[in-house]
């Protein structure tokens, strides 16, 4: 099956909205705070939901080519398949414990560990992900949706009851904290709906004839997508005027109505990515910007902090801007001319997948 751009290309995104997003925050005045907060209000579906969204869509197509190998190579059985996925899921997790012990663990002691910041979302998406997948389409659309609606109200209750028991404020900070990050409610139910998004395109993607395989496209992905994600997104600002009295709820990270804003969005942004990547970019550009993003996202993540200090809290919301332009593409550049000379060295999901591939085949 052909690599899909569209894919890496919205991976690169989210990356890059992480990017702007951390070095806005870090560099602007304290007085001029609120134009972060409000940009981020207004497109926060590109960060950490998105991600997993996308999350779901690959580890799909991982699972199904990985399958089809099962069945064409001999020495490649389903038990060296599981151990590769579970060793990569492994290394993932503890790579998202290490980052929780240093970033927070001086804040909230060992209960810090378990905090849910996206490296530690991933991994235990990433765990539920296989069993996942064994389910039909129309089961994983009712679990997502199902999540979606009982995320708020359980979120609301614990979030009353967790300073009267210990035994609910350890059943929120399982499955909450902190709330304003990645936890695994609702955010499960963006990787949940990748999955069932990346079994569209392993269907459509498979197939070998050029012209069907571009019509079906155009029909079950482009158009699809832009209809449905377009459908959600007036349902959510609909949902928050006129039965939650609250025009604004659908901005609000985290809200019931936001998860259907942002889901929305998502299907709307990878309809758009798939439709110029296959129809109106020309082969030259379609890796040129996005993709390195995407391909050291990762590195990217545990890396790209160095920059904060540069520059804190100096510029106001006036010439913020091209230093932090300029910031974004010298990280491109350094990107490209890593790829260029390194390829995969530096890229450190690729060498877990390697670690993973390493270590699962059958020893002799």
């Known amino acids: 099956m052909i690599r899909i751009k569209s894919i890496d290309a919205f991976r690169g995104l989210c990356m890059?909205?992480?990017?702007?997003?951390?070095?806005?925050?870090?560099?602007?005045?304290?007085?001029?705070?609120?134009?972060?907060?409000?940009?981020?209000?207004?497109?926060?579906?590109?960060?950490?939901?998105?991600?997993?969204?996308?999350?779901?869509?690959?580890?799909?197509?991982?699972?199904?080519?990985?399958?089809?190998?099962?069945?064409?190579?001999?020495?490649?059985?389903?038990?060296?398949?599981?151990?590769?996925?579970?060793y990569r899921t492994s290394f993932f997790l503890a790579v998202g414990l290490i980052y929780n012990a240093v970033t927070v663990l001086w804040l909230w002691g060992i209960w810090g560990l378990w905090s849910w910041y996206i490296l530690l979302t991933i991994p235990v998406c990433l765990a539920i992900g296989y069993p996942l997948v064994k389910l039909p389409k129309v089961y994983r659309i009712i679990l997502a949706f199902l999540i979606v609606f009982i995320t708020y109200p359980l979120f609301i209750v614990l979030e009353s009851l967790k300073d009267i028991d210990g035994g609910w404020w350890i059943i929120y900070h399982l499955l909450f904290n902190p709330p304003w990050e990645d936890p695994i409610l609702p955010m499960f139910s963006f990787f949940c709906l990748g999955t069932v998004v990346g079994e569209v395109?392993?269907?459509?993607?498979?197939?070998?004839?050029?012209?069907?395989?571009?019509?079906?496209?155009?029909?079950?992905?482009?158009?699809?997508?832009?209809?449905?994600?377009?459908?959600?997104?007036?349902?959510?600002?609909?949902?928050?005027?006129?039965?939650?009295?609250?025009?604004?709820?659908?901005?609000?990270?985290?809200?019931?109505?936001?998860?259907?804003?942002?889901?929305?969005?998502?299907?709307?942004?990878?309809?758009?990515?798939?439709?110029?990547?296959e129809f109106k970019l020309s082969p030259k550009w379609k890796n040129r910007f996005l993709f390195y993003f995407s391909f050291y996202s990762l590195t990217i993540y545990l890396g790209h902090s160095i920059v904060a200090l540069i520059f804190w809290d100096v510029f106001n919301m006036y010439n913020f801007w091209i230093p932090t332009s300029l910031t974004v593409i010298l990280f491109w550049l350094i990107l490209k001319i890593m790829y260029k000379k390194t390829g995969s060295k530096f890229s450190l999901k690729t060498v877990i997948s390697k670690a993973a591939v390493y270590l699962s085949k059958d020893k002799d």
Do not use: Q
């Not at 099962?70 to 590769?84: A, G, I, Q």
């Not at 929305?264 to 110029?276: E, K, S, V």
């Open 16 to 86: 890059l909205y992480m990017i702007f997003m951390h070095i806005f925050e870090w560099w602007i005045i304290p007085s001029d705070i609120w134009v972060h907060t409000a940009g981020r209000m207004m497109i926060e579906f590109i960060g950490g939901s998105s991600f997993l969204f996308i999350s779901g869509i690959s580890t799909t197509l991982s699972i199904r080519l990985r399958k089809e190998k099962v069945k064409s190579d001999p020495n490649y059985s389903k038990r060296v398949f599981l151990k590769e996925y579970y």
């Open 201 to 277: 395109f392993y269907e459509i993607y498979s197939i070998n004839d050029e012209n069907l395989r571009r019509t079906l496209i155009k029909k079950k992905i482009v158009s699809n997508f832009l209809f449905y994600g377009t459908i959600l997104i007036l349902i959510s600002i609909i949902s928050s005027i006129y039965i939650f009295n609250d025009p604004i709820s659908f901005l609000i990270r985290g809200s019931f109505t936001w998860i259907i804003y942002a889901i929305g969005w998502d299907l709307i942004i990878m309809g758009l990515l798939t439709y110029l990547h």
